[in-house]
T-cell receptor, first 114, second 111 residues
Framework: DTAVSQTPKYLVTQMGNDKSIKCEQN?????MYWYKQDSKKFLKIMFS???????INETVPNRFSPKSPDKAHLNLHINSLELGDSAVYFC?????????????FGSGTRLTVV | EDQVTQSPEALRLQEGESSSLNCSYT??????LFWYRQDPGKGPEFLFT???AGEEKEKERLKATLTKKESFLHITAPKPEDSATYLC????????????FGSGTRLSIRP
């Protein structure tokens, strides 16, 4: 099926650990994103890549590092996890001109830091 | 600063009871306004894009409208399967690579 897929779906880890979330899209889109959804359901953009090039880097701690090996993949690595990093992380993709079709989102990764 | 505010935060309706959700926005040059539906444990699902004041789009029981300051999502004769969180988002001309989301309206339809 054509989709944006994220792994893992759930991630429970201790403070101070390093973890990665993987994202892949097979829609042929040029642009991929990472969004964070907090407990109040606000979706906030973290990063955006277009054809493997970083184009958006919002005010995010440098413990968060995205990596795009090719335009179909965008991974998120988080160092030294903190309690406040607990949230749902969504990967999304879009055609370069998104105004027509919006984003296609993955199903999310629920990260819990204990 | 670009901003999106949605109201109400939560809305409970009886099946068949029509209503509207509001999205107020402040953006420096609107390129597009989006509506998404989000079910629990899932990612947002795209519904509509609106570009200019006066525009309307419809899909089944949903109709989205746009003015220069706000958008409405009208739901006519809703069914329980319409229960979800509805998210509004805007895309500014100045930062076309990202869209900014509101916090959503949780809609619950009782049978």
């Amino acid at each position: 099926d054509t989709a944006v897929s994220q792994t893992p779906k759930y991630l429970v880890t201790q403070m101070g650990n390093d973890k990665s979330i993987k994202c892949e899209q097979n829609l042929g889109h040029d642009t991929m994103y990472w969004y964070k959804q907090d407990s109040k359901k606000f979706l906030k953009i973290m990063f955006s890549y277009n054809n493997k090039e970083l184009i958006i880097n919002e005010t995010v701690p440098n413990r968060f590092s995205p990596k795009s090996p090719d335009k179909a993949h965008l991974n998120l690595h988080i160092n030294s996890l903190e309690l406040g990093d607990s949230a749902v992380y969504f990967c999304a993709s879009s055609q370069e001109t998104i105004a027509n079709y919006g984003y296609t989102f993955g199903s999310g990764t629920r990260l819990t830091v204990v | 600063e670009d901003q999106v505010t949605q109201s109400p935060e939560a809305l409970r309706l009886q099946e068949g009871e029509s209503s509207s959700l509001n999205c107020s926005y402040t953006v420096s040059g609107l390129r597009g306004l989006f509506w998404y539906r989000q079910d629990p444990g899932k990612g947002p699902e795209f519904l509509f894009t609106l570009y200019s004041a006066g525009e309307e789009k419809e899909k089944e029981r949903l109709k989205a409208t746009l003015t220069k300051k706000e958008s409405f999502l009208h739901i006519t004769a809703p069914k329980p399967e319409d229960s979800a969180t509805y998210l509004c988002a805007v895309q500014a001309r100045s930062s076309a690579s990202k869209i900014i989301f509101g916090s959503g309206t949780r809609l619950s339809i009782r049978p």
